[in-house]
């Protein structure tokens, strides 16, 4: 059974930037299921709707194949799949869910990336996020609106680039945990070396959207 998403939702800033930032070994330091309330989650969700959308793809044995999610990206633009993001502007809503995750986390995120999963086959498979971008070396904070989704992280034991091949290098996953419209989960400082992680498809599912931020 998935995990429901349980973490420490009590704790104060400066204790959660404690664990957001402490490089200890662990996959994600925190999960709050109801960090943004109903309302305010339907209305932000409803802004993230309408971005103009855009689509990665990627190259897998030397054919370019789309990546099965929608993405914008704002703030401080990495190269993902070899193709130099161009960001846009911060959109109000994206303001404000900087201004929440800062309240509550003490560290101000300089840049967004967000994801449309459109339907309950789009995903993203075990991956980490790239040393390229930096972000081995800061947190990572996720907030999830619309349909639930299952989140996953998997101890990772390999040299990085063999990442997507080598499942002897995995170890044994944490249960999936289920992001509720409005769920904050924040992977710590350095996890992303050490850590893999996925949003599983959802095959049984007839529910629309789930966005990331
Ligand atoms: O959308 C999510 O919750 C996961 C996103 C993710 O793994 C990524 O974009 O690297």
């Known amino acids: 059974m ?3 998403c349980a973490g420490q ?3 104060s800033p400066s204790q959660v930037l404690k664990m957001m930032m402490t490089k200890t070994k662990s996959g994600m330091s925190l999960c709050v299921p109801k960090f943004i309330l109903r309302a305010d989650a339907d209305r932000l969700e409803a802004g993230f709707l309408t971005l103009p959308w855009k689509r990665h793809t990627m190259r897998i044995h030397g054919k370019e194949v789309p990546v099965p999610r929608l993405y914008q990206w704002m703030g401080i633009a990495p190269t993902i799949y070899g193709e130099r993001i161009v960001p846009i502007e ?3 809503e994206a303001l404000e869910v900087q201004q929440r995750v800062h309240v509550a986390t003490g560290f101000l ?3 967004l990336n967000i994801n449309l999963y459109r339907d309950h086959n789009d995903h993203i498979g075990w991956h980490s996020d790239g040393e390229e971008e930096g972000l081995w070396e800061f947190p990572i904070a996720s907030v999830s609106l619309g349909a639930v989704r299952y989140f996953q992280v998997c101890p990772y034991h390999g040299n990085g680039k063999l990442k997507r091949r080598f499942h002897k290098y995995f170890g044994e996953p944490d249960q999936p ?3 509720e419209h409005g769920s904050l989960v ?3 400082a350095g996890s992303q070396e050490f850590y893999i992680h996925r949003l599983k498809k ?3 599912s007839t529910e629309r959207a789930h966005g990331s931020t």
């Open 2 to 4: 998935p995990a429901d």
């Open 9 to 11: 939702p009590n704790a």
């Open 90 to 92: 911060w959109t109000p």
């Open 109 to 111: 995120f300089n840049s």
């Open 177 to 179: 945990v289920a992001l």
């Open 186 to 188: 924040v992977m710590p």
């Open 202 to 204: 959802r095959p049984s």
